[in-house]
Structures are given as structure tokens and as C-alpha cells.
């Protein structure tokens, strides 16, 4: 079974520009979940998805981020403009509704620097 | 707001040795996870504890689980170097159904030779 996928790995950017990150979650998983890791600290949520719609974004910085999934697969999180402390790790995680344990499945991350 | 905390932040010992990773969480929880993650690398889920007196264990590594007292454990038995990584616990608030997780700060461990 493949794992959560993201895109890109790695990402420099300026601070005041845009980025985007892309999420592909597993198969059949409706859940889905953004955190962000800063350096030394624990993931923070930033948005879950139960298919296309929104459960939770209170954490989500709504001036400057922004994410969609639109027909309930795929999931891309925009960020602009950027600033400084938006360096981080950016992790998607998926679960199965009513999966075993309700387990969250954690992508290998985009690590974002902005200069 | 639930909080999750972990103890010690830090920690280094040499191999054969035995210690405990603390993790406490401030409001009533369904589901306490660990994780484990690699330098660079992603998360990867060690153990789920569902209920009072969970005690898992896999290998070297045994989590147990107190929700009278908020408290789970994560013991390591003879570290070996390879299980080093920086070790995460995290919670879901019982208010919150089974959807969201809390993390701890994450526990570093290095284990030398």
C-alpha cells in the first residue's frame, strides 16, 4: 500500500513570496491533515479535512495561508506572502474513517526555508 | 486548551542502560499515541494506548498508559544506538472526538557507544 505522498521535499523561497505544497493521501483515506513543525517542536495542526470540506482551521493563519481539496483526494496548502517564521516542516497525514485506532498516517513532509 | 508535555527534552546515555521518557496532558484524552522521527525524516507511530493500565511493547521500547494520573511512559530497556531519534507522544482531546492530535515538544535521545 503507498504511503502519504508530498510534494516538493525541499523548498527556499524569499520572504513576501508564494509557495504552494501538494498532498496525495492514501487510498480510501477521507480524512486529511496539514501540521506544521517548526525546528525543535512537536506538529501543530493547521487544517483537517473530512473529504472536501473543512473540520478544523482554527490554527490556520487565514491571512497569509490558505488550503483546498477540492474533490476530496488531493489536498494542495498555500502560503502568501511568506514571512520568516514560516520556516518549517509541513506534514500531511491521512486516516481512515473508522480506521483501527483512528491512526493518523504521516507524509514525508516539505521542509520550507524563507530568506 | 489541552496541553502536552514532555520530559526530559533532551536525553543522552550510553548503550545498556535503561530510562524513561514522561509524557503528561492536561485534559481528559481517549487516545494516546508515540512516535517516533528520524533526523529529516517523518513520523513514524510506535504505539497506541486506548485505555487505563495500556501497556504495549515492542522491542527494547514498552509505553504504558495512566489516564487517572495523565500520564504515559515510554520505557527504554539496554538502548542500543539505533534507537535514537527524538521520540513523540501525542493525544486527542476526548472533546474532539477521534480526529485531532496534540503533540508534546518531542524528547531527543542519543544513545552512545
Known amino acids: 500500500e503507498a504511503g502519504v505522498a508530498q510534494s516538493p521535499r525541499y523548498k527556499i523561497i524569499e520572504k513576501r513570496q508564494s509557495v504552494a505544497f501538494w498532498c496525495n493521501p492514501i487510498?480510501?483515506?477521507?480524512?486529511l491533515y496539514w501540521y506544521q513543525q517548526i525546528l525543535g517542536q512537536g506538529p501543530k495542526l493547521l487544517i483537517q479535512?473530512?473529504?472536501?470540506?473543512?473540520?478544523?482551521d482554527s490554527q490556520l493563519p487565514k491571512d497569509r495561508f490558505s488550503a483546498e481539496r477540492l474533490k476530496g483526494v488531493d489536498s494542495t496548502l498555500k502560503i502568501q506572502p511568506a514571512k520568516l517564521e514560516d520556516s518549517a516542516v509541513y506534514l500531511c497525514?491521512?486516516?481512515?474513517?473508522?480506521?483501527?485506532?483512528?491512526?493518523?498516517?504521516f507524509g514525508p513532509g516539505t521542509r520550507l526555508t524563507v530568506l | 486548551e489541552l496541553k502536552v508535555e514532555q520530559n526530559p527534552l533532551f536525553l543522552s546515555m550510553q548503550e545498556g542502560k535503561n530510562y524513561t521518557i514522561y509524557c503528561n496532558y492536561s485534559t481528559t484524552s481517549d487516545r494516546l499515541y508515540w512516535y517516533r522521527q528520524d533526523p529529516g525524516k517523518s513520523l513514524e507511530s510506535l504505539f497506541v494506548l486506548l485505555s487505563n493500565g495500556a501497556v504495549k511493547q515492542e522491542g527494547r521500547l514498552m509505553a504504558s498508559l495512566d489516564t487517572k494520573a495523565r500520564l504515559s511512559t515510554l520505557h527504554i530497556t539496554a538502548a542500543v544506538h539505533d534507537l535514537s531519534a527524538t521520540y513523540f507522544c501525542?493525544?486527542?482531546?476526548?472533546?474532539?472526538?477521534?480526529?485531532?492530535?496534540?503533540f508534546g515538544q518531542g524528547t531527543r535521545l542519543t544513545i552512545n557507544p
Open positions: 487510498s480510501g483515506h477521507a480524512t
Open positions: 479535512f473530512q473529504n472536501n470540506g473543512v473540520v478544523d
Open positions: 501525542a493525544v486527542t482531546p476526548r472533546w474532539e472526538g477521534a480526529q485531532k492530535l496534540v
Open positions: 497525514a491521512s486516516r481512515q474513517t473508522g480506521g483501527a485506532h483512528n491512526e493518523q498516517f
